[in-house]
């Protein structure tokens, strides 16, 4: 089993930053990809930011510019940092990991974290 966990989250003035972490644990051979997305009241869930094992990057075309996705392949862990942040950005935002178990098999499974809440506000 892998557990997500992120941290970070909390309430910061339009114009503010901050920055997400979320680290796997458990049993854990390699992990693809890794995303944030993030979920607003009476929304649906939408992909943030995305990055590849290899440090390839894409986002959504609200946050470009604003944010940035990173990961520590070490540390099983990957970051969100988040600057300008606009009213719009306030959502719930969930951790998300491909992961291979183990070196025996070649399946990919997907785990999410809980999420972390990120208000903005004045």
């Known amino acids: 089993q892998v557990q997500l966990v992120e941290s970070g989250g909390g309430l910061v003035q339009p114009g503010g930053s901050l920055r997400l972490s979320c680290a796997a644990s458990?049993?854990?051979?390699?992990?693809?990809?890794m995303a944030w997305y993030r979920q607003a009241p009476g929304k649906q869930r939408e992909l943030v930011a995305r990055i590849t094992s290899g440090g390839n990057t894409n986002y959504a075309d609200d946050v470009k510019g604003r944010f940035t996705i990173s990961r520590d392949n070490a540390k099983n862990s990957v970051y969100l940092q988040m600057n300008s942040l606009k009213a719009e950005d306030a959502a719930v935002y969930l951790c998300?990991?491909?992961?291979?178990?183990?070196?025996?098999?070649?399946?990919?499974?997907?785990?999410w974290g809980q999420g972390t809440q990120v208000s903005v506000s004045s």
């Open positions: 998300y990991a491909e992961v291979r178990p183990s070196r025996d098999h070649a399946r990919v499974y997907a785990y």
């Open positions: 458990g049993s854990i051979f390699s992990i693809n990809a």
